[in-house]
């Protein structure tokens, strides 16, 4: 392996009572084994999984892997612009409801509505 963060799974921590086997699979083979495989770098292996899982639809991965992704280097623009590369070939619905995950993970909602609380005198006349 080279210098890329080890990728650990989570697993065991959601679902390690309830579904052991589940956990197990997803901690010691896909993020152990798969994710750590050294013939793909961890970004790369990022990418395409923000790009299958916006093909796909399972957009409830996707907030998840938008933040893996950004730990493994790919930059806020180059997810942006896979999802809208992937929603040419996979669908437009797709896409938008991907896009809206990322623009929901990437953009700082906490401005909305603040300027209630102006300090502006609106008794004089």
Same mark, same amino acid.
């Given at each position: 392996m080279s210098d890329q963060p080890? %990728?650990?799974g989570g697993g065991r921590t959601l679902f390690g009572d309830f579904a052991p086997k589940l956990a197990e699979l997803t901690d010691d083979v896909l993020f152990a @084994?798969? *994710?750590?495989r050294p013939e793909l770098s961890a970004r790369d292996? /990022? !990418?395409v999984t923000v790009a299958v899982l916006t093909a796909g639809g399972n957009?409830? %991965?996707l907030r998840f892997h938008l933040g893996r992704a950004v730990e493994n280097g790919v930059t806020q623009d180059? !997810?942006?612009e896979a999802i809208t590369h992937v929603t040419l070939y996979?669908? *437009?619905p797709r896409?938008?409801?991907a896009m809206g995950v990322a623009k929901e993970l990437f953009t700082d909602d906490t401005d /909305? @509505? @603040?300027d209630t609380d102006t300090d502006t005198d609106t008794d004089e006349k």
């Open positions: 080890v %990728q650990v @084994d798969v *994710w750590n292996r /990022s !990418l957009i409830e %991965q180059e !997810l942006v996979a669908g *437009w896409g938008m409801a /909305s @509505d @603040d």
